[in-house]
């Protein structure tokens, strides 16, 4: 049968966020459902609740990067068992036949596309609704497993904000012969830095200024550098094999490309509105390249999670009751939290 749910949902674009109630689906064969006791918020979750990218069916009940308890399965459940520690990432499910799915890149379903965890429609023609409530019904298939040496409350963040910086650190095979410079200090780059700090590589961060200096060198980081000291750009020229660039904000990508060298990659992971302009100069003189990188598929993020644990690396984190919410929003927007809200969903289980 159907279940209900205490949820924080936005009714509109201007709407704040308010106490509402969300119906879960029946439990199917294949599925799980879990009590939700974290939701990270995510930068995503801000965009899409003021509608900045695209049509949004309110109400719409954000939060994909969630921590839980599995209280009940399927009977053709086979990976999960009732008390197991699990997350839901930025998608439930996927058409699971084209080439993309069947290697393991479900976020790049080229089939019925990914149903993403809120805001989309399910497979069942119903809306989905996230992580800000106090339960939710997954397939096991899109559901992965928190190892025992990681918080729930840490591990939530690295569901989407890890893994997204997890992604391209492996597919440019970074390793202790790597020089990767990150751009910013924020819920992505501060995962970055311990990622490729636990890969073994040489790591900058290149952030406005040195307010968070002593944060980066404590993560990880073996140099900070300001963006604003112009000498910057000349003294690190050529100096880094990848860039992944964190932040949204509208940079003069020519100056970082310079940063690379011959052959380097600068990774675009921030989501701006504005249009990325990049010059062709010091593209063909260094034959650099400027790609992108969306989250990861399910496989993928175990990996990441799996790494997480045998690494001890978790999200920094602070954690809010759901009531703080809208407050939380604002100072996100204001860069005025180190470095992830997580929400303390108990109230509304």
């Not at 197991?84 to 596309?113: K, M």
């Not at 992604?167 to 410079?181: M, T």
């Not at 799996?306 to 860069?335: K, Q, T, W």
Request: charged share 20%.
């Amino acid at each position: 049968m159907t279940t209900t749910t205490s949820a924080y949902a936005a009714t509109s674009a201007s709407a704040p966020l308010s106490r509402t109630s969300v119906t879960r689906r029946a439990l199917g064969p294949n599925d799980v459902r879990l009590d939700i006791y974290f939701a990270g918020i995510c930068h995503t979750d801000i965009h899409i609740v003021k509608g900045e990218w695209g049509p949004v069916e309110y109400p719409v009940v954000p939060g994909h990067e969630i921590a839980g308890i599995v209280t009940e399965v399927g009977h053709a459940v086979t990976r999960y068992a009732i008390d197991d520690r699990v997350g839901v990432g930025c998608f439930v499910d996927s058409c699971r036949e084209c080439p993309n799915c069947l290697a393991g890149s479900e976020q790049y379903c080229t089939g019925s596309g990914m149903v993403l965890t809120y805001n989309s429609i399910g497979k069942d023609g119903e809306p989905t609704f996230g992580g800000y409530s106090g339960s939710i019904v997954v397939d096991e298939n899109y559901l992965l497993r928190i190892p025992d040496s990681v918080a729930l409350d840490a591990a939530a963040p690295l569901l989407c904000a890890g893994v997204t910086v997890y992604s391209p650190l492996r597919r440019w095979r970074v390793g202790p012969d790597s020089r990767v410079a990150i751009i910013g200090l924020g819920g992505l780059g501060h995962l970055a830095v311990k990622f490729a700090k636990a890969m073994g590589a040489d790591v900058s961060v290149l952030s406005q200024s040195l307010k968070k200096r002593a944060d980066g060198l404590r993560l990880g980081a073996d140099s900070y550098y300001a963006t604003s000291d112009p000498e910057m750009f000349s003294s690190l020229a050529g100096r880094f094999d990848i860039i992944l660039n964190t932040v949204s904000a509208k940079l003069e990508l020519g100056r970082f490309l310079e940063l690379l060298q011959v052959g380097g990659t600068l990774i675009e992971l921030g989501m701006p509105a504005h249009a990325l302009e990049v010059p062709a100069f010091p593209l063909a003189v260094g034959r650099r390249s400027v790609t992108g990188s969306l989250m990861g598929g399910i496989a993928e993020t175990q990996e990441m999670l799996d790494f997480c644990g045998a690494h001890g690396i978790a999200a920094e984190i602070e954690v809010i009751a759901p009531d703080y919410i809208n407050e939380a929003y604002a100072r996100v927007l204001a860069s005025d939290v180190r470095y992830r809200f997580v929400i303390d969903t108990g109230s509304l289980r």
